[in-house]
């Protein structure tokens, strides 16, 4: 899979080439490798900020958490006095 490009960039490519955009086989190549960096590119920051958020997340329930335990803590020594 590394290798093959997706039907959609295939087919944009195309038309570009019938349009006379890249004259030489390496132009499109160029162009071909630059747009697969960029996907993978796009893919890693995107995964990157799934973790990002996820531990965001984590951070903010334990947060919520702890001034939860600590209400009830002051709620209950309140009314035992």
């Known amino acids: 899979e590394q290798r093959k490009i997706d ?7 195309y ?3 019938k349009g006379a955009k890249y004259k030489t086989k390496r132009q ?3 162009v071909i490798h630059h747009l697969k960096a960029e996907k993978t590119r796009a893919e890693a920051l995107r995964v990157q900020a799934e973790l990002a958020k ?22 209950g020594g309140a009314a035992a006095e």
């Open 7 to 13: 039907r959609s960039l295939y087919h944009e490519l």
């Open 54 to 75: 996820a531990k965001a997340d984590a951070r903010r329930k334990k947060r919520a958490d702890r001034a939860e335990a600590t209400r009830i803590a002051a709620a």
């Open 28 to 30: 499109l190549m160029e």
């Open 15 to 17: 038309v570009q080439v």
